[in-house]
């Protein structure tokens, strides 16, 4: 069973950096990408960064400049470096991994999981 265990939200002011991280395990296959969303009161939930396999990187516009992801060297943990945070970043952060591979069998295994999400506000 994959479990996604996010931690770093917090309360921070404007300009204020935080690091969001999400370990992932019970994974079989292959982690082909790791990203974190997020939802903003009365918002949908949008992408603000991603990372694949190859290390390929893809970030929000608005967060360009100021958001890092990166992983660790087992590629099982995915952290978001967060710095000079706005008052618009407040949301709830999610963490989002994609597991893919092929069965003994032959069959293709793809799936998605969601961390539960941890609360990111930016108040004065």
């Known amino acids: 069973q994959v479990s996604l265990v996010e931690s770093g939200g917090d309360l921070v002011q404007p300009g204020g950096s935080l690091r969001l991280s999400c370990a992932a395990s019970g994974i079989i296959f292959e982690i082909v990408g790791m990203g974190w969303y997020r939802q903003a009161p009365g918002k949908q939930r949008e992408l603000v960064a991603a990372?694949?396999?190859?290390?390929?990187?893809n970030y929000l516009d608005s967060v360009k400049g100021r958001f890092t992801i990166s992983r660790d060297n087992a590629k099982t943990t995915v952290y978001l470096q967060m710095n000079n945070l706005k008052l618009e970043d407040t949301a709830v952060y999610y963490c989002?991994?994609?597991?893919?591979?092929?069965?003994?069998?032959?069959?293709?295994?793809?799936?998605?999981?969601w961390g539960k999400g941890t609360l990111v506000t930016v108040s004065s």
């Open positions: 990372i694949t396999s190859d290390s390929t990187t």
């Open positions: 989002n991994v994609n597991e893919s591979g092929w069965t003994k069998n032959g069959k293709y295994f793809g799936e998605d999981y």
